[in-house]
């Protein structure tokens, strides 16, 4: 449950909302993207201000599981959006190859998902997101499930993604560290009914390697979050992951 969401996100940024399990994330993320309808009030989605096209922007969702098909390999799983969109097998599972390799998983086309390690099939996942070339890309904790030394390798990746891309990202995710590390600005939502308690900016350098989660700023921005948690008694159920 959602209560007086106000929001609104410019094309191109990276958002992470951030919040105690159950308070409304995902089902904001689902709102954005058409799964579900919210009972009151309205979403819009519109290019950016230069844009001259008038067609809704292209959007992708990657779920926590990375849901591929078993009995696909891993370019055909990546080709699949684009065969539903009734592209060739041949022209799809070419154009498959570029996101595959933005992934760095230019080497295992012909693998299927169980021969994969967590941490793969989660990139052959953002990789299908990619192959549509969306302009806004959402993210329920994709890397939830991975350890950590993974989750922060991916994490790097997927902000280089979105630094060569531009694409506007919404990132949910339970750790306070992947999203002061991951996003521009941070939305902290309450205990349910969810309602955003801090709308944060964080003012950190725009390309960031591992160094940056030593840094003060990283740390007194984790802080921050973390503080913003407890002062809205929305801690209980949060992972407090630094």
């Keep these: 449950m959602l209560q ?3 929001l609104e996100l410019e094309a ?18 689902r709102f954005i993207s058409g ?3 919210p009972s009151t009030g309205t979403i819009s989605l519109a290019r ?3 844009s001259q096209l008038m067609t809704p922007p292209r959007l992708a969702f990657v779920f926590q599981d990375a849901q591929l098909l078993p009995w696909r390999t891993v370019l055909d799983n990546v080709a699949l959006p684009l065969e539903l969109q009734t592209m060739s097998r041949k022209e799809a599972r070419e154009r ?5 390799s933005e992934v760095e998983l230019g080497d295992v086309h012909d693998r299927f998902p169980d021969q994969l390690s967590g941490g793969m099939r989660m990139r052959v996942s953002i990789a299908r997101a990619l192959v549509t070339e969306p302009e806004i890309l959402l993210l329920d904790e994709p890397f939830a499930a ?3 030394l993974t989750r ?3 994490d790097e990746r997927l902000h280089r993604l979105w630094l060569a891309r ?3 990202v919404v990132f949910v995710t339970h750790a306070l560290a992947e999203a002061v590390f991951l996003a521009e600005r941070v939305l902290v939502m309450s205990k349910r009914p969810g309602r955003i308690v801090l709308d944060h900016e964080l003012g950190l350098p725009e390309r960031r390697g591992m160094e940056l989660r030593t840094q003060p700023a990283f740390v007194r921005q984790t802080a921050l979050l973390y503080a913003a948690l407890a002062e809205h008694g929305a801690l209980d159920d949060q992972e407090q992951k630094t």
Excluded: W, Y
């Design 48 to 50: 950016g201000v230069n």
């Design 12 to 29: 191109g940024s990276f958002v992470a909302l951030v919040g105690p399990s159950g308070c409304g994330k995902s089902t904001l993320l």
């Design 4 to 6: 007086n969401i106000d």
């Design 166 to 168: 531009k694409m506007t």
């Design 152 to 154: 922060q390798r991916l």
């Design 35 to 37: 799964l579900e309808a």
């Design 146 to 148: 991975l350890d950590e």
């Design 96 to 100: 498959a190859k570029h996101p595959l």
